[in-house]
């Protein structure tokens, strides 16, 4: 992929017209998910009303019960107690247990119980078993027992929720970033709008400190941005007329004015946030898991349930023993912690690597980078960073290197090549002083000439030479070397004579060398895939240390490659070019570094926002973190279960160890919470 400097930002084709539609179509999203949330919250404020409630009169249910006063050794009856306790229970019963009846009905109209038809079940049978008792039946009640459980319930669930919606609110925080408020640019007049009214190709003024309103190109002025929010690059960077600024970012040192290039869907942080909330809904395996073992739960629970009551009673224990035992079991079994244990890993984990500059498009890839043990890079752009670099400058005959690069330089500086750039900025950086170039003319495709200071200056390509017939400078021993190792070489031409050779070669990111050795060091084979030839790609491989390259590779047989790297284990691909498409879509994960091409990112499972190849260590890291976590969370909330129902069923009654239905619903509720607090604790 040729490409101007640093295009870090995904590019888009626009279609002037579509501008106002597809706004008012973002601000339906907005809306949804906005919808979404709100729905949430307010879900979220009705369990807390319904505890709040509910708990206040759960106390003179408590004041009332025998039980609790024989153990508080009070004594509080008259006439139509019993009925007040009915009444009283009736109402927790009816308004505290309403979400988890409702859940029930709909659960089974859709034909999946799962966590709330345990729940339903649980104090329905208490309910209807202490009414009955109230009005004749021999017995004693549960009243305490059923409010008490409801309120932990309603806790449990309210707990839950707040955190499920702490996730989703790192998705309303990226919101937040964009501002609401742009200054116009109107015929030389500046007007303050709101940022929904910009379109493409309206110019906005950008004053320091402020925030840019919407993706464009700095068209005056200087500055630098901070894009941490974005990007994770921690330095600002540099932006002047013609580069490309993000909505969202950080206007630091000057005003500057941008010409607006995509607003609302478009705009970069809208992908990021469809991005991210795309892989919060896709989902996971470990997810479906976790649905299973609810159903099987349900089922458990109500055959474990009857079996309870059935055993005690043929034990002979009077029928109140064994009801209780028998509730007790089916609170027990609800595995609310069992509900909670995926979801909110997948949520911590999406908004941890959106804020690191990594962007989940498939969920079932990003479990899969767990396993990954081959990582295979394309070249260009990516482990390099696919402009021209001065690597080596070889003096020939009476000349020394300074005068080779100047000279070179001096000549190179009327001309736009890349050649030419990497020629120019290696001489600035050495503080080299350039002479004036006239009666410059490019050669196409062999070189260019011109006079500098007073000598005439050729600077020729091999071929060029050759016709020259100066072609005895390849036969010198450096420049031999360099060409060797497949570097693109030019030689400098003074008034007929041969000055020297300078070699150039695709600049190998600083960043590189350390992903490759920390893929390494996590047991990973590095491979490179490239459409280079392979002099370059042997150079590339040997500087970094790879485990091997594919070089002349076509696009398509990329693919191919692929099928065949996956024959030896879990590939990842990381590529940014329309070339990588194939192989990104044919590997086991496919990941799009930079924002490459739109192409690119399609084929993609994961797009690593920054142009830097150790973030595909990131990913798998976080991916191997996050399964890690999914994983303590299932085995926690199945393994509780599996030590509390025998408890619940009275096993060990003989040894005078029994649970009481509330008791299993404080442990309950401690199991939920804990599986709460460790997804938080996420960090790879």
């Known amino acids: 992929m040729e490409e101007g400097p640093h295009h870090n930002h995904m590019h888009h084709n626009h279609n002037g017209g579509g501008a106002r539609e597809t706004h008012s179509e973002h601000a339906a999203t907005q809306e949804t998910k906005r919808d979404h949330s709100s729905h949430h919250k307010h879900m979220m404020e009705d369990f807390k009303r319904r505890f709040v409630i509910s708990t206040v009169i759960t106390i003179p249910i408590l004041i009332l019960s025998p039980l609790v006063q024989n153990f508080l050794g009070i004594r509080l009856e008259f006439p139509g107690s019993d009925l007040l306790l009915f009444a009283l229970s009736l109402f927790v019963y009816l308004y505290g247990g309403k979400p988890f009846l409702v859940g029930m009905r709909d659960e089974i109209g859709k034909r999946s119980p799962g966590m709330m038809t345990l729940i339903a079940l649980a104090i329905s049978v208490a309910f209807f078993y202490s009414a009955a008792v109230t009005f004749g039946l021999e017995g004693r009640t549960f009243y305490w027992e059923l409010a008490t459980l409801i309120d932990i319930m309603l806790l449990g669930h309210y707990i839950e929720m707040r955190s499920v919606l702490g996730a989703s609110r790192a998705l309303e925080e990226l919101v937040k970033l964009m501002p609401t408020e742009a200054h116009l640019i109107l015929n030389g007049e500046v007007k303050d709008v709101p940022v929904s009214q910009l379109k493409p190709g309206d110019v906005v003024l950008v004053k320091p400190g402020e925030k840019i309103p919407a993706d464009g190109v700095v068209v005056e002025g200087e500055t630098s941005v901070d894009e941490s929010m974005l990007t994770g690059e921690s330095n600002p960077i540099y932006k002047g007329p013609g580069d490309e600024v993000v909505g969202g970012s950080v206007n630091l040192e000057g005003s500057v004015k941008v010409e607006v290039r995509r607003t609302g869907k478009e705009s970069y942080l809208m992908q990021v946030l469809e991005l991210v909330r795309r892989a919060q809904e896709s989902r996971s395996r470990t997810q479906d898991l976790a649905n299973r073992a609810s159903l099987w739960l349900t089922i458990i629970s109500i055959s474990v349930g009857t079996l309870t009551f059935l055993a005690w009673m043929w034990a002979g224990m009077p029928p109140v023993f064994s009801l209780e035992r028998s509730v007790t079991v089916m609170v027990i079994t609800c595995p609310h912690a069992l509900g909670l244990a995926i979801p909110l890993v997948v949520a911590v984990s999406t908004s941890l690597s959106a804020k690191r500059g990594i962007l989940i498009r498939d969920r079932e890839a990003f479990e899969r980078a767990k396993d990954v043990n081959i990582v295979v890079f394309d070249k260009t752009g990516t482990l390099t960073e696919g402009r021209f670099e001065v690597t080596d400058v070889i003096p020939l005959g009476r000349f020394n290197r300074s005068d080779v690069l100047k000279l070179a330089a001096s000549l190179e500086s009327r001309s736009e090549h890349p050649i030419a750039t990497g020629i120019v900025e290696k001489a600035e950086e050495e503080g080299l002083e350039l002479g004036e170039a006239s009666e410059f003319r490019a050669i196409p495709g062999k070189g260019a000439e011109g006079v500098v200071d007073g000598r005439r200056v050729v600077v020729a390509s091999p071929k060029l030479l050759e016709e020259l017939g100066l072609d005895e400078g390849m036969e010198a021993e450096d420049v031999k070397k360099v060409m060797e190792q497949g570097k693109t070489v030019i030689f400098l031409v003074v ?68 099928e065949e790297l996956k024959s030896l284990g879990v590939v990842a691909m990381v590529g940014d070019g329309i070339n990588d498409a194939p192989a990104l879509v044919q590997s086991d994960v496919g990941i799009a570094i930079g924002a490459g091409t739109d192409v690119a990112i399609e084929s993609a499972d994961i797009v690593l926002v920054r142009n830097d190849p150790r973030d595909v260590v990131q990913v798998m890291d976080l991916a191997r973190a996050t399964y890690r976590k999914m994983y303590q969370n299932l085995l926690w909330a199945t393994g509780y279960n599996a030590l509390a129902i025998p408890l619940a069923a009275g096993v060990l009654y003989p040894m005078g160890i029994l649970l009481s239905p509330a008791v299993g619903a404080v442990l309950m509720s401690l199991s939920t919470v804990i599986v709460a607090v460790n997804a938080k604790l996420l960090s790879p």
Request: aromatic share 6%; glycine share 8%; proline share 1%.
């Open 495 to 562: 008034d007929g004579e041969l000055a020297g050779a300078i070699a150039l070669a695709d600049r190998i990111r600083d960043e590189s060398k350390e992903a490759v050795s920390k893929l390494k060091e996590r047991g990973v084979k590095v491979y490179m895939l490239t459409g280079d030839n392979s002099k370059v790609a042997k150079w590339v491989a040997d500087e970094l240390g790879l485990d091997g390259y594919f070089a002349e590779v076509l696009p398509h047989e990329k693919a191919e490659k692929m």
